[in-house]
């Protein structure tokens, strides 16, 4: 079964400093990947999505991720967090082309220290 | 600004009202999707609409019931909700699978509390 693994459902880093969310699938193919944002009563917002294109996936907002096939790992960086990057993330993964659903991962909360 | 708009935004019921939570959607998309959320969990999805046909239904109960009327709207109604059907209802749309990498777009939600 598709599945998806975000590590650290809490991660709290001060302004300026690299932001890590860390995305693990578990699939024998790489699957369609994407990160999405939810902030304070909203709701999910498409930070990036991979595409074979490229392994180097740049998004809004100044984030990027990285496919790792070998790693089964698409973590999202960010070099410098600011007050506004507060909020929760969640990767998410889709089989294959055909698949409508999106396996998400259970989230990750970040806080911004001034 | 979200191209997914839900209406309304709050909405405070009784266990034996009947309401209706509406979805709008102006990109094209052929697939509408109704996903519920509670505090700090992802979204679970509830149906998935293609082309205008129910596609997916995850064994949600029957005091919901999903309405596709036109490629642009998605309702969902509210019959008989009990405690713990309060949550952020999420409505989606994308193209449907087979089309390449299409995300879903995400409305911000109707927050439901049933009293």
């Known amino acids: 079964a598709q599945s998806v693994t975000q590590l650290g459902s809490h991660v709290s880093v001060s302004e300026g400093a690299l932001v890590l969310l860390r995305c693990n699938y578990s699939s024998s193919v790489p699957p369609y990947l994407f990160w999405y944002v939810q902030y304070p009563n909203q709701g999910l917002q498409l930070l990036l999505k991979?595409?074979?294109?490229?392994?180097l996936v740049k998004g809004i907002n100044g984030f990027e991720a990285e496919f790792k096939k070998s790693e089964t790992s698409f973590h999202l960086t960010k070099p410098s967090a600011h007050m506004s990057d507060a909020a929760e993330y969640f990767c998410?993964?889709?089989?294959?082309?055909?698949?409508?659903?999106?396996?998400f991962g259970a989230g990750t909360t970040v806080t911004v220290r001034a | 600004d979200t191209e997914v708009t839900q209406t309304p935004k709050h909405l405070v019921m009784g266990m034996t009202n009947k309401k209706s939570l509406k979805c709008e959607q102006h990109?094209?998309?052929?697939?509408m999707y109704w996903y519920k959320q509670k505090a700090k969990k992802p979204p679970e999805l509830m149906f998935v609409?293609?082309?205008?046909?129910?596609?997916i239904n995850e064994s949600v109960p029957s005091r919901f019931s999903p309405e596709c009327p036109n490629s642009s709207l998605l309702n969902l109604h509210l019959h008989a909700l009990q405690p713990e059907d309060s949550a952020l209802y999420l409505c989606?749309?994308?193209?449907?699978?087979?089309?390449?990498?299409?995300?879903?777009?995400f409305g911000d939600g109707t927050r439901l509390s049933i009293l």
């Open positions: 990109m094209g998309h052929r697939a």
């Open positions: 989606a749309s994308s193209q449907p699978p087979g089309q390449g990498n299409q995300p879903q777009h």
């Open positions: 609409y293609s082309y205008e046909k129910l596609s």
């Open positions: 998410a993964v889709r089989l294959n082309s055909n698949d409508y659903k999106l396996s």
């Open positions: 991979y595409t074979s294109a490229a392994t």
